[in-house]
């Protein structure tokens, strides 16, 4: 059984940063493709990022997000630059089995986390 635990969340300013860490427990971490998303108060859940061997991202976010993985750690990380009040939202680590390519869609996701909330003050 998977289990996800993300950590990191918080409060920050306009510009600042903030790094999101998912820690995995289970089997065969690096079979995984990890993602995150995130939903907003009212709105649906977004794809943000995610990574196998190459990474994929969200326009959105590209330039200032980056995802990043510890296959000896089993963890995933999100590292969020120059983040905008538009950025908050609590962040989902999620992870699918299907390791042939990154999909974006989050109902191909079979393992989620609790979430951490990032509010972006302006």
């Known amino acids: 059984q998977v289990q996800l635990v993300e950590s990191g969340g918080g409060l920050v300013q306009a510009g600042g940063s903030l790094r999101l860490s998912c820690a995995f427990s289970?089997?065969?971490?690096?079979?995984?493709?990890m993602a995150w998303f995130c939903q907003a108060a009212g709105k649906e859940r977004e794809f943000v990022a995610a990574?196998?061997?190459?990474?994929n991202y969200a326009d959105s976010v590209k330039g200032r997000f980056t995802i990043s993985r510890d296959n000896a750690k089993n963890t995933v990380y999100l590292q969020m630059n120059n983040l905008q009040p538009e950025d908050t939202a609590v962040y989902y680590c999620?992870?699918?089995?299907?390791?042939?390519?990154?999909?974006?869609?989050?109902?191909?996701?079979?393992?989620w986390g609790q979430g951490t909330q990032v509010t972006v003050s302006s």
């Open positions: 289970g089997r065969a971490f690096s079979w995984y493709v």
């Open positions: 999620a992870a699918d089995s299907f390791t042939s390519i990154i999909r974006t869609a989050g109902r191909f996701y079979d393992y």
């Open positions: 990574i196998m061997s190459s990474t």
